[in-house]
């Protein structure tokens, strides 16, 4: 069964609104090997907005940028949404109901790992305990105000993850993978 990889950047005291702080190149290369790791992308209609057309454009203007060719390279965006009206793309699916049995689905299909990222999409899923693997990138940042990670979050019990590895970045950030238990 294929896993299902969440990650995010977060300031220390939980923001994941990304206009409230950048990422530098070393949480970009992690990304881009945790993407080079998946042949799936899970996305809310608000994370799908934000990364499509961005990041493919990125990908067709800089053949450079490692990132962009990484995601481009992602084969299929499956975008849980009810108010979404259309694909940016051909690799685009819209789902708008169904979320468990769809992900279990998607999980047992052949295949490199299902990525996901984004709050109230993750949410949903953590909440149904379907994620598997959780990639946490803390900065050494305080911002006052923007979205929390886990916002909203519903859990039917608690959830017990276990630390199994954790990198120092050398700008001070610091990059957790932690599995359920």
């Known amino acids: 069964?294929?896993?299902?990889v969440y990650a995010i950047n977060t300031t220390l005291n939980g923001c994941v609104d990304h206009t409230k702080f950048l990422p530098d190149e070393e949480t970009f290369t992690y990304f881009t090997q945790l993407t080079r790791d998946a042949d799936t992308f899970l996305y809310g209609r608000i994370t799908y907005g934000l990364m499509v057309p961005y990041w493919p454009d990125v990908a067709k203007e800089d053949p450079a940028d490692e990132f962009a060719q990484a995601?481009?390279?992602?084969g299929k965006i499956v975008v849980f949404s009810k108010s979404?009206?259309?694909a940016e793309n051909e690799k685009t699916t819209i789902i708008r109901s169904g979320l468990e049995d769809e992900v279990l689905k998607l999980k047992q299909q052949q295949g490199k790992n299902i990525f996901t990222g984004g709050v109230n999409l993750?949410?949903?899923l953590a909440g149904?305990?379907?994620i598997d693997e959780?990639?946490?990138?803390?900065?050494p940042i305080v911002v006052g105000e923007g979205t929390r990670l886990f916002e909203g979050i519903n859990l039917q019990e608690k959830l017990q993850l276990k630390l199994v590895d954790a990198t120092v970045f050398k700008s001070g950030s610091v990059a957790l993978k932690y599995v359920k238990s």
Do not use: C, K, N
């Not at 069964?1 to 299902?4: I, K, N, P, Q, V």
């Open 84 to 86: 979404l009206d259309s």
């Open 71 to 74: 995601f481009d390279a992602v």
């Open 122 to 124: 993750a949410s949903q």
């Open 134 to 139: 959780y990639h946490i990138v803390v900065h």
């Open 128 to 130: 149904l305990g379907m």
């Open 1 to 4: 069964m294929r896993s299902l």
